[in-house]
């Protein structure tokens, strides 16, 4: 996976950079809005992480130039400016998610897996599995191991949002946003004791453990390796 | 100035209007009673003949000693017939017309005296010439009367019109220098300097009133902007120097491997907790401001607070507690959809924290004319009276101690969001436990 950082930041550009390897990604990066246009036109990306203040031009600029050259390159906003406006802003101008510093290395791991998921059009499915786990968007059914499971409504939306992000980590801000369409990040444990009523239904009397924490990121459906 | 001419020329106009109404009626009404005599007369002379007529006139005349009423008559080469005039007037020679003329009496003093008289000829068929007229003193004494006041109406009104609009515009211009002097003070750095008022109610103490309020924002604002700075270096300093410290510490106990990377986390979550009351300062700073005010939209108010009590339930049912709820449908206020989730998502986080366990937490959405209400109560030891405007500002504790996780920053930001929807937030005593209650305005 080839990731563009564009980020006058050295420092900060550098660890981000650092981090991504380490994850398997192959990282360019460029310290201006102009060089960083360059680059994201004249090479192909599967992810560009764009910040907003650049010297001498706004990151939204770049974003609207490539959308209006035709280049659909997921886009993940970098920004200082974390108003609702500027969220909204930063959307329109054709980013696909937005996140404000300072943030945490593994939410903005979390959310660029989940950009890179999301262009393979995985959107479209109604059926979702993970080991014995199932679940049917149309018959709004939960089965493991051949059982039904009784959930109740946004018990259900929140194992659907694992998992459509099956495999991936998924921080409590990304949960609150997907599952309950509010923004900010949820301090205390109030996440926490929803998953921990999911897991008592999905993976109590079942084996193995799907539903499972992340330290210091978030949660992950998947089988344990 | 142009108010004074504009003034003068309307009250001219007014005037004017009213002596050629009056004085024209008196005109017009001696007229038409000349008018209607002569025809009158013309009609006797047509049916009964000039004998009749001239017996008429001299009846007429005899009643006429002083010659209020004028009567002549006259042979076509104006020889007297009949009459209370001595001679036919020579103005009224030639064609039948209207004359003004002077006529001679005498006065109640046996004076002789010349008077103002207004007549009308006429040429009766066979060419006899007649004449009919009135006395006009009286008349032209009311006139004159009425001219007069006229006249003195429009000098006094021009008079004091004149002096009127001098001292209100002395005063107009003293007010406004007022204010003028003020704004020059504050810029020269006098922050705490106001408008004049002197409460006589009108558009300039409103004015006055109005610029006071808009330098109460100013300087609340600004007093905003500087506790932030403080908030952030006074409780960001301990836990920062914390997490320097437990790092340097480390470092000198030659740490192995597994230490190393329980050091780090437990650095990362110190970090996290830093962000968060950062995050948190800088939200409270940005509701306080009323930029947000701009972004209202209409939010379903029921919605949001059954999403956040949902959220928060499971939370609560850990600690065997329960949600009682009466929120009424439907009910939408202008605001910030988010930030009234995280208003009530913090009153659940302290309603939960210091609610015992089984206790009870009561939620009420209504609506009535004044606008929405919302109350959320506990069943916890509350907040004691003289605590409460503490409990509101920031990083405020019941216990002085920092030890008990959050940031004291909740009841904060559940204040400021508040004021961001121009709705009131009390804190009562739920007996037992705390009662918060939020009152949004109508919807304009």
Redesign the interface.
């Known amino acids: 996976m080839r990731v563009l950082v564009i980020e006058d930041d050295e420092e900060a550009a550098a660890y981000m950079a650092k981090g991504l390897k380490e994850q398997g990604f192959v990282v360019d990066l460029a310290t201006t809005g102009p060089d960083g246009l360059a680059l994201a036109t004249a090479e192909t990306y599967d992810l560009l992480i764009v910040d907003r203040m650049l010297p001498g031009m706004d990151g939204l600029v770049i974003v609207e130039a490539l959308r209006k050259s035709d280049n659909q390159t997921p886009v993940l906003f970098l920004s200082a400016l974390?108003?609702?406006?500027d969220r909204v802003k930063g959307l329109q101008a054709g980013g696909d998610d937005y996140l404000t510093k300072?943030y945490?290395f593994s939410e903005l791991l979390a959310r660029i897996e989940a950009l890179l998921r999301r262009g393979k059009g995985v959107s479209e499915q109604t059926t979702f599995k993970v080991a014995d786990l199932e679940l049917d968007l149309l018959k709004r059914s939960v089965t493991r191991g051949g059982q039904d499971i009784d959930l109740q409504p946004?018990e259900f939306k929140l194992l659907e949002y694992l998992m459509r992000h099956s495999g991936q980590v998924v921080t409590r801000t990304m949960l609150l946003e997907g599952v309950?369409d509010?923004?900010?990040?949820?301090?205390?444990?109030?996440i926490d004791?929803?998953i921990?009523?999911l897991r008592q239904k999905i993976d109590k009397d079942f084996n193995p453990p799907l539903l499972q924490t992340v330290?210091?990121a978030g949660y992950s459906l998947r089988e344990p390796t | 100035m142009i108010y004074m001419a504009l003034f003068g020329t309307s009250v001219c106009g007014v005037l004017g209007f009213e002596y050629w109404q009056t004085a024209r009626v008196i005109a017009e009404q001696t007229d038409t009673t000349i008018e209607v005599e002569t025809q009158g007369l013309a009609e006797h002379y047509r049916e009964f003949g000039l004998a009749q007529l001239i017996f008429v006139i001299k009846e007429r005349a005899r009643n006429n000693p002083n010659l209020q009423s004028i009567y002549l008559l006259t042979t076509p080469e104006f020889k007297l017939l009949a009459g209370n005039l001595s001679a036919w007037p020579d103005q009224a020679k030639g064609e039948p017309k209207w004359i003004n003329f002077q006529i001679e009496t005498t006065d109640t003093n046996g004076k002789k005296v010349e008077r103002p008289a207004r007549a009308q000829t006429f040429i009766l068929p066979d060419s006899f010439h007649l004449l009919v007229g009135r006395e006009m003193t009286e008349r032209q004494k009311i006139q004159a009367l009425i001219t007069n006041a006229l006249i003195w109406g429009l000098v006094l009104t021009l008079i004091l019109g004149m002096f009127g609009g001098f001292l209100m515009s002395r005063h107009v211009l003293s007010r406004i220098e007022a204010i003028n002097r003020g704004s020059r003070a504050i810029l020269d750095g006098d922050m705490q300097r106001r408008m004049p008022v002197t409460g006589s109610h009108d558009e300039f103490d409103r004015l006055s009133a109005n610029l006071n309020a808009m330098l109460d924002q100013i300087e609340h604002l600004m007093s905003g902007m500087r506790e932030v700075t403080n908030d952030i270096a006074h409780d960001l300093r301990s836990p920062i120097n914390r997490l320097r410290t437990r790092l340097e510490v480390t470092l000198l106990e030659k740490p192995g491997a597994e230490t190393l990377e329980k050091v780090m986390?437990d650095t990362?979550?110190e970090a996290?907790a830093i962000?968060?009351t950062?995050?948190a300062i800088?939200d409270i700073a940005?509701a306080e401001s009323g930029?947000?005010r701009d972004?209202f939209e209409l939010v379903d108010i029921t919605e949001v607070m059954q999403?956040a009590v949902?959220?928060?339930e499971?939370?609560a049912a850990?600690k065997n507690q329960t949600f009682d709820c009466s929120i009424s449908e439907n009910l939408g206020i202008q605001g910030?959809?988010?930030l009234l989730?995280?208003l009530f998502?913090n009153l659940f986080?302290n309603a939960i924290k210091y609610t015992p366990d089984k206790g009870a937490i009561t939620v009420d959405v209504s609506q009535d004319k004044n606008g929405v209400t919302v109350i959320v109560a506990d069943s916890g030891p509350g907040i004691p009276p003289e605590q409460r405007e503490k409990a509101l500002q920031r990083f405020a504790r019941l216990d002085s101690s920092r030890t008990a996780?959050?940031?004291g920053l909740g009841l904060a930001l559940v204040a400021a969001i508040t004021r961001l929807h121009n709705a009131t937030l009390k804190l009562e005593d739920n007996e037992p436990g705390l009662r918060v209650v939020l009152a949004f305005p109508q919807n304009k």
């Open positions: 974390g108003q609702v406006d300072p945490a946004r309950w509010y923004h900010f990040d949820p301090k205390t444990n109030v004791v929803h921990s009523r330290r210091g | 986390h990362i979550q996290d962000l968060e950062f995050n800088l940005l930029v947000l972004k999403d949902e959220l928060y499971p939370v850990e910030n959809r988010n989730f995280r998502a986080d996780p959050g940031s």
